[in-house]
């Protein structure tokens, strides 16, 4: 109940393209959904982030969309460019026994952006 | 702009050897991580810690040690490296109120 399902492992577009990620999850506390971008010889860093009372959030090129009666929620990447190219993971967390949320990453998705 | 810093970058070290792997954070966070991530990419809990003299195993079994004996400062280490921990290490922190996790660069180790 703790995992956080992702997929696909890998993903090819093309310039211009849209990417799509998809991610579920069973544990209805979750309640903070976050996307981390990482570049090879980099760690993860934050790109972008939902809370479930929202279904959308969008910044830039990417949009968050969020499906809470089924516990899905996914990352799309407009005008994909090869510049995006790299691993992405989702997460999850909740706040437990006070201030100790801990977050639940999905097991990535390598994006190549053909140009 | 790194506020959290781990070093080395690269380490190469023969079996046996004991290492310590460092990770420092100047924003004051409470909360810190290790996360073990192999080459399939996938990230993997080893230890964390709510806050000084506060450390728990992580989801994945690890042989190596932490401490918390400063807010900024969590290090790892391995008493005898073998091998089996070649690998990436990357070092995570988080603020009380803040569910994003801010991660240092890594260190790759390799075990010869």
């Known amino acids: 109940q703790q995992q956080v399902k992702q997929s696909p492992q890998s993903l090819i577009v093309q310039k211009g393209g849209i990417s799509i990620i998809n991610c579920a999850y069973e544990?209805?506390?979750?309640?903070?959904f976050p996307w981390y971008q990482q570049f090879p010889g980099k760690g993860p860093a934050l790109l972008i982030a939902?809370?479930?009372?929202?279904s959308e959030k969008k910044e830039g090129r990417f949009t968050i969309s969020f499906n809470k009666s089924a516990k899905q929620f996914s990352l799309h990447i407009m005008d994909s460019q090869p510049g995006d190219s790299a691993t992405y993971f989702c997460?999850?967390?909740?706040?437990?026994?006070?201030?100790?949320?801990?977050?639940?990453f999905g097991t990535g998705t390598l994006l190549a952006v053909q140009p | 702009e790194a506020d959290i810093y781990q070093t080395p970058r690269y380490l190469v070290i023969g079996t046996g050897k004991k290492i310590t792997l460092e990770c420092s954070q100047t924003m004051g966070h409470d909360k810190m991580y290790w996360y073990q991530q192999d080459p399939g990419m996938e990230l993997h809990l080893i230890h964390y810690s709510y806050g000084v003299n506060s450390t728990e195993k992580g989801d994945l079994s690890s042989e190596s040690t932490v401490s918390r004996i400063r807010t900024e400062h969590f290090p790892l280490t391995l008493e005898s490296a073998r091998p089996s921990h070649t690998s990436q290490y990357l070092c995570?922190?988080?603020?009380?109120?803040?569910?994003?996790?801010?991660f240092g660069s890594g260190t790759r180790l390799t075990v010869v």
């Open positions: 939902i809370r479930p009372d929202v």
């Open positions: 544990n209805t506390a979750f309640d903070y």
């Open positions: 995570a922190s988080s603020d009380v109120r803040d569910y994003g996790y801010t």
């Open positions: 997460a999850a967390s909740m706040a437990y026994g006070g201030a100790t949320n801990k977050l639940i």
